[in-house]
């Protein structure tokens, strides 16, 4: 068999640099990699856009393996549905610390529907940090100073992107995988396992790090991706 290519869907902001610490694990392992930058900031790229964006970097690839983090859960099953009417179809999806929609919900209504807000102040109270949502706090807490200085500008994600209904029937009757980090303060680890039991009545693997780990333990999730390629192989 073909080595796999591990496609990677960022989260809000949609910058494929997010990635850029897990793709050299990747390929190092052997595998080929594709980062995905998306249109973020503009408010007239909806989630179909993205999913064609997506679907376009698979460029006729019959061994992807798709890995979304956090919003970039929305644009997952879009894209399972697209690449499979291009006859290309994904052959396995993975999210991490991913928000996992139901059709037609949009990632707006996703906070209420799964308690996340809750649970994130729950968790702070109990690990001893400010319930108030700030980025270093929230997100920066264990990414490495020299990651942090040599970052590009952020971009800011468009609101209307929150609005817009997941239009999808169902999921791919794939095999479908979801990681969470075991620090992470945005989703906490004990809400990622409720969302995944109820949403897929899965249980979910475990990696050290915080919401953004493929900046914070990227070898360590990048590790954890190539093993369940190799599972999904057997």
């Not at 796999?4 to 949609?14: D, E, K, M, R, Y």
């Not at 594709?34 to 997506?54: H, K, M, N, Q, T």
């Not at 400010?130 to 590009?152: A, I, K, N």
Request: charged share 25%; with cysteine; net charge negative.
């Amino acid at each position: 068999m073909l080595p796999s290519a591990f496609v990677l869907i960022p989260g809000a902001g949609g910058m494929a640099w997010y990635w850029h610490r897990v793709v050299p694990v990747l390929e190092q392992a052997g595998h080929e990699a594709i980062a995905v930058d998306l249109p973020a900031e503009d408010d007239r790229a909806g989630l179909s856009d993205y999913a064609d964006i997506v679907a376009r970097a698979m460029d006729e690839r019959s061994n992807t393996i798709l890995v979304a983090q956090s919003l970039g859960g929305f644009t997952a099953p879009l894209v399972c549905e697209l690449a499979a009417t291009r006859r290309t179809p994904v052959r396995m999806l993975i999210f991490v610390n991913a928000m996992i929609p139901r059709p037609g919900e949009t990632a707006g209504a996703w906070w209420g529907n799964t308690g996340s807000a809750d649970a994130r102040v729950r968790a702070a109270q109990a690990g001893g940090y400010s319930t108030e949502f700030d980025l270093q706090t929230y997100f920066l807490h264990d990414v490495p100073e020299d990651v942090l200085r040599d970052s590009p500008p952020q971009r800011q994600q468009s609101d209307a992107i929150f609005g817009e209904p997941c239009r999808f029937e169902r999921w791919p009757d794939i095999p479908i995988r979801v990681i969470a980090a075991a620090d992470d303060r945005f989703f906490p680890l004990a809400f990622q396992q409720r969302v995944a039991r109820e949403r897929f009545a899965t249980d979910i693997d475990i990696v050290k790090g915080g919401h953004l780990v493929a900046l914070s333990n990227p070898s360590e999730l990048g590790e954890r991706l190539v093993q369940i390629e190799r599972e999904l192989r057997k």
